[in-house]
């Protein structure tokens, strides 16, 4: 597990994504889960978030249960809204509303569960 995890973080530091300004990185678990907001930036209101899901040897991953957890750690409160998590096929989700429904710093966590192995990626967001 711990190899693995290594493993990861190269991969990750040697592709262009990971050093783009995206707010977007990788979390621990065997799954590996990216997301980002339509359109490229958050802003304040509804949200849709675009999700993949692959297994650890990067192929797409249908069928997996996806949600979304928009917190505001600050502040001590989540969204105003649950986000429904649509599976697009070929490990492709859509999210929608992901609600920020202020103004701050938003964690939004991403968590992909299949069988018995998980992932999740962690958005931070300042609006
Ligand atoms: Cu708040």
């Known amino acids: 597990m711990k190899r693995w995890m290594l493993l990861l973080t190269m991969v990750c530091a040697l592709s262009v994504g990971c050093m783009a300004a995206e ?49 505001m750690p600050t502040h001590g409160h989540g969204s105003s809204e649950t986000p429904v998590v649509k599976d697009g096929g070929q490990g492709a989700y859509t999210a929608s509303p992901v609600t920020l429904q ?25 609006l």
């Open 23 to 71: 707010p977007e990185t990788l979390a621990a678990g065997a799954l590996q889960v990216t997301a980002s907001f339509d359109g490229g930036d958050a802003k304040i209101g509804q949200n849709i978030l675009h999700i993949t899901v692959s297994d650890r040897d990067g192929a797409k991953l249908p069928g997996a249960v996806v949600t979304v957890d928009p917190q």
């Open 102 to 126: 202020m103004q701050g710093h938003w964690k939004i966590t991403v968590t992909a569960t299949h069988d018995t192995e998980t992932g999740a990626t962690v958005l931070d967001v300042t």
